[in-house]
């Protein structure tokens, strides 16, 4: 039944789609064999996740159906990207499915329905209640907003202690000015203004600040992030959004829409940032792999590439749920063949 229900939606329009898929899971009619090994597990940032596949921001914006999602076999979601008001994001149509290359492109805008439906939401899922599973809230800013800081904080403040942690996203190619945050000054005093705020709540005492960059940074930007995270003792760093870069080797006929590049495509690009940014930071700050992920071996690339924890998203969307069990069944074995007894043994061994 399960099969019927993703084959009927993958067919139709990629918003509607998703619309559905939403409703769907709202009801539970999706569910996951929630593999389970000992070999998967970490303990991180203060917190037990049972294993390292996350679902990435984008897909759950409004935070309502974390459980859901968790009941698939995740180790943890992150919702959002929640901007302070409610926002209706760009002109429709703004996704599209390139099947022939395992990508979308989206430019939806940080469509969502604001912080204070999201903190609702946060609060009536009561983390203490949950039996499995990490949550984290992906936050921005409204496109019109005059002061990007102000956004950043507000939202860190109403939703921060409602989350295990929090992504700040200063990487999505589809709100004019966001990706000149990352820049060298910009990004500093974000950081600092957000920590100065983690400090004086107490209720973010133990909540985790993680930062997500854009793929299509260049080599001094890499530079400078590495050293102003390691100055600031950042939490974690979130590698990567989607990219603007359109490759040579893109079949689909819709592969010059505007928005950012997801998919199998991207998977090259964001984990040769991923392990420049393990190697300039000394693996002393924890880093999140997304980007191109549709298998095991390409998650196992990823953390032996530098990455802690992985997230997927695209894949989701040409696999279905299915996908979730086989790379935790596939990366327990690859660990195994590989002498390793845990995962944290993995990371980074490439580099």
């Known amino acids: 039944m399960q099969n019927i229900f993703f084959q009927l939606i993958k067919n139709l329009p990629p918003e509607f789609s998703h619309y559905v898929t939403l409703q769907l899971l709202k009801l539970n009619l999706f569910t996951g064999n929630n593999f389970k090994d000992p070999i998967l597990h970490q303990h991180l940032f203060g917190f037990d996740f049972s294993n390292p596949l996350g679902l990435a921001a984008g897909f759950d914006k409004n935070a309502e159906v974390i459980k859901p999602l968790l009941n698939l076999g995740f180790g943890f979601i992150e919702a959002g990207t929640v901007t302070p008001k409610y926002q209706f994001g760009n002109e429709r149509p703004r996704i599209f499915r390139l099947k022939e290359d395992k990508a979308i492109i989206n430019h939806l805008g940080f469509n969502n329905k604001g912080t204070t439906f999201v903190k609702k939401k946060l609060k009536k899922l009561n983390l203490s209640s949950l039996s499995k599973g990490i949550v984290g809230i992906n936050i921005g800013k409204n496109k019109e907003t005059l002061n990007d800081i102000d956004d950043y904080t507000y939202c860190l403040q109403e939703l ?192």
């Open 160 to 351: 921060g202690p409602f989350a295990h942690y929090v992504t700040v996203n200063i990487s999505s190619p589809n709100t004019p000015g966001l990706r000149e945050l990352q820049n060298r000054g910009r990004i500093e005093k974000l950081v600092q203004t957000l920590q100065k705020k983690q400090e004086e709540m107490n209720s973010l005492e133990n909540t985790p600040i993680f930062f997500k960059i854009a793929p299509d940074i260049d080599e001094e930007q890499i530079r400078d992030i590495a050293l102003i995270s390691l100055a600031n003792n950042i939490d974690g760093l979130v590698i990567s959004n989607s990219t603007i870069e359109r490759f040579d080797t893109l079949k689909s006929n819709l592969n010059n829409e505007i928005g950012g590049l997801s998919g199998k495509p991207l998977f090259l690009k964001s984990t040769m940032i991923l392990r420049k940014m393990y190697t300039l930071t000394n693996g002393q700050i924890p880093l999140i792999g997304v980007g191109g992920i549709n298998n095991a071996l390409e998650c196992y690339e990823k953390i032996k590439s530098g990455a802690s924890l992985v997230q997927l998203y695209s894949a989701l969307t040409f696999e279905g749920p299915k996908i979730i069990n086989k790379i935790l069944i596939d990366l327990s074995n690859l660990l195994k063949t590989d002498g390793y007894k845990n995962i944290k043994e993995a990371i980074g061994k490439e580099i």
